[in-house]
């Protein structure tokens, strides 16, 4: 049986994908075919919606805990990728109304630190 090796998709390959999922709304799918095990997602100190977690299964626990509250969406934009070495960034809108915030918009960066083809960071400014 031959084996064939899988190939270690570049930061832009990673990012063109990354968008092609985000223009969609299918966060969780990017989470599943990108994020690595010992993922970090970091939010602002201040941030009064979200906070700290590490780990493949605590971070998709926090997104999915945020999406539970989002009650109505006006507006979600996901900008297209800027990619520098092995970080792209994305700019992301949301005007949403969730609990127990209300009608809340978020202006925010994305950025994502990519190492062998897996997302090892997220960090959102905001």
Do not use: C
């Amino acid at each position: 049986m031959i084996r064939e090796e899988k190939r270690t998709l570049s930061t832009q390959e990673v990012a063109d994908r990354f968008h092609e999922l985000a223009q969609q709304e299918k966060w969780f799918e990017i989470q599943d075919e990108f994020f690595a095990a010992d993922v970090r997602s970091v939010e602002p100190e201040h941030s009064v919606y979200l906070g700290y977690a590490e780990g493949k299964t605590p971070v998709r626990n926090k997104g999915m805990e945020f999406v539970q509250r989002i009650r109505d969406v006006h507006k979600m934009y996901t900008s297209a990728p800027i990619v520098s070495g092995n970080h792209f960034v994305v700019g992301r809108t949301m005007d949403i109304t969730v609990q127990p915030h209300g009608r809340i918009r978020i202006e925010e960066l994305m950025v994502y630190e990519v190492k062998d083809g897996k997302i090892v960071l997220e960090q959102f400014f905001y």
